[in-house]
Nanobody
Framework: QWQLVESGGGLVQPGGSLRLSCTTS????????IGWFRQAPGKEREGVSC??????????YYADSVKGRFTISRDDAKNTGYLQMNSLKPEDTGVYYC?????????????????????WGSGTQVTVSS
């Protein structure tokens, strides 16, 4: 049983930045699309951003609420996915989860950001507050 591990969460003031990382030692993520979801207190989990495998062009999808502020990327040499979050707002507060799905099962990155993947990390807390 392999696991995804997120890191990089924390407490930040409004307008600040954080970079989340997602990695695993149990799989080569080259052939997995990577996605980030978040869940705020009392709300459902929502897709934030997803990225296809590099060999397919690495296309990306962003939720409207984060467009222009968040950037998803991947470094296959480091077996890691990233979510750079800038201009953070209090409404970005929540637990952020990494998820992956095999390229063979992926339809579109937009669909992945609705349905999620088939492996999930345990999450990292992001709190935006003054």
């Amino acid at each position: 049983q392999w696991q995804l591990v997120e890191s990089g969460g924390g407490l930040v003031q409004p307008g600040g930045s954080l970079r989340l990382s997602c990695t695993t030692s149990g799989r080569n993520l080259d052939y997995y699309a990577i996605g980030w979801f978040r869940q705020a207190p009392g709300k459902e989990r929502e897709g934030v951003s997803c990225i296809d495998i590099s060999r397919s062009g690495g296309s990306t999808y962003y939720a409207d609420s984060v467009k222009g502020r968040f950037t998803i990327s991947r470094d296959d040499a480091k077996n890691t996915g990233y979510l750079q979050m800038n201009s953070l707002k209090p409404e970005d507060t929540g637990v952020y989860y990494c998820t992956v799905v095999s390229w063979s099962l992926l339809t579109t990155v937009q669909a992945m950001c609705v349905q999620g993947g088939d492996h999930w990390g345990s999450g990292t807390q992001v709190t935006v507050s003054s």
